[in-house]
């Protein structure tokens, strides 16, 4: 348990999901616009409690193969604005995957880019990852955008490669090597 967890990056701050964030969670998590391209459908109220219960205090990062969620807060008044995820592989923990979202009336603000960046720098410099990759779908224009706006390289196109709400849907891979991070400074 790491109740302490904190990263500040630019104006937000990346901590553990609260219950005083029960309000805005759920409300964003029950959107549909906010899961078309991700891997959970929208949340019911009594989802989003038991989803914040187990994540107040969770270790960050999870044991290799779980995944954790973390909170994005605006940094001036701990309003929060999303979060982002994480998870160690379970077949070589050196390697993480990542995701993030954003309350809908939160994007388009830079807010993901610069919790984008704590969270790569938690894993590089923090935690001493060797790779960093996230799975988009190529319709996801915003997040394909938020990829490449952190740096993050494109590697691959896999067709059709997860069935998500009822079809096949392809996925780019975008990923970050620790010596990308050091070189980009
Ligand atoms: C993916 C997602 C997190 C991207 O969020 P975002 O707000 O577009 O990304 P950023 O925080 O980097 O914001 C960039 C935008 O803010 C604008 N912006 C405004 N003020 C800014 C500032 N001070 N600094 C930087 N950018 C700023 C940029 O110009 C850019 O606008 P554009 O999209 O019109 O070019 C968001 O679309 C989302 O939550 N989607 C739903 C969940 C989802 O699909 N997640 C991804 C699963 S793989």
């Given at each position: ?64 193969g779980e995944w954790v969620q973390i909170a994005i807060a605006r940094s001036a008044n701990d309003e929060l604005l999303g979060d982002c995820a994480l998870h160690l592989l379970a077949h070589e923990p050196r390697i993480a995957e990542i995701g993030i ?85």
């Amino acid at each position: 348990m790491n109740t302490g967890f904190s990263i500040l990056a630019g104006r937000v701050r990346l901590r553990h999901l609260r219950p005083a964030d029960l309000p805005v969670f759920a409300a964003y998590r029950a959107d549909p616009s906010v899961c078309r391209f991700q891997g959970f459908d929208p949340f019911s109220e009594a989802q989003a409690i038991g989803f914040i219960a187990r994540h107040t205090a969770a270790d960050i990062p999870a044991a290799p193969g779980e995944w954790v969620q973390i909170a994005i807060a605006r940094s001036a008044n701990d309003e929060l604005l999303g979060d982002c995820a994480l998870h160690l592989l379970a077949h070589e923990p050196r390697i993480a995957e990542i995701g993030i979202t954003l309350a809908p009336q939160q994007q388009g603000r830079g807010y993901a880019s610069e919790a984008l960046r704590g969270l790569l720098r938690f894993c590089f410099e923090e935690l001493g990852l060797h790779r960093v990759v996230a799975l988009v779908d190529p319709r996801n224009a915003p997040s394909v955008a938020l990829m490449e706006r952190v740096g993050m390289r494109r590697e691959g196109h896999f067709r059709q490669n997860g069935w998500y709400k009822g079809e096949w849907c392809d996925e780019y891979q975008y990923a970050l090597l620790a010596a990308d991070w050091a070189a980009a400074g």
